[in-house]
C-alpha cells in the first residue's frame, strides 16, 4: 500500500522558514518524479515545485520561484519543500504527490498518488 505522509508544516511569521517533509512507502521512490502542491482555502490546488525522478531537473511555479527549493533523498525515500521568505499568500495545504509515466504499446499511463496534506499558516 502506497503511503505518502508530509509533516513540519505549523505557524510562521511572514518572512520565516519552514522544510516540509514527504515520507513515501510502499513504491519504489527512486522511480517516480515527486511534487509539491498546494490548496489555499476556497482556491483550487495549485502545483508548487517538482523534481524528477533522478534528482536532474527540478521547476517551480512563478510564486516559488526563488523562495522554495525542492530536493529528494533516495535513499531516505523523502522529498523535501524548503520554504524561505514566506509570506501570507503562502497560507494553504500543502501536499506531496509522486507520479510515475509508463509508455506501453496503447498509450503513455501516469498513476499518481498524494498525501494527506500538511498545514501552513503565515501571519502578517
Known amino acids: 500500500q502506497v503511503q505518502l505522509v508530509e509533516s513540519g508544516g505549523g505557524l510562521v511569521q511572514a518572512g520565516g522558514s519552514l522544510r516540509l517533509s514527504c515520507a513515501a512507502s510502499?513504491?519504489?521512490?527512486?522511480?517516480?518524479?515527486m511534487a509539491w502542491f498546494r490548496q489555499a482555502p476556497g482556491k483550487e490546488r495549485e502545483f508548487v515545485a517538482g523534481i524528477n525522478w533522478n534528482n536532474i531537473y527540478t521547476n517551480y511555479s512563478d510564486s516559488a520561484k526563488g523562495r522554495f527549493t525542492i530536493s529528494r533523498g533516495n535513499a531516505r525515500s523523502t522529498v523535501y519543500l524548503q520554504m524561505n521568505s514566506l509570506k501570507p499568500d503562502d497560507t494553504a495545504v500543502y501536499y506531496c504527490n509522486a507520479r510515475v509515466v509508463i509508455g506501453r504499446a496503447t498509450g503513455v499511463y501516469a498513476t499518481d498518488y498524494w498525501g494527506k496534506g500538511t498545514l501552513v499558516t503565515v501571519s502578517s
Open positions: 510502499g513504491l519504489t521512490f527512486s522511480a517516480y518524479d
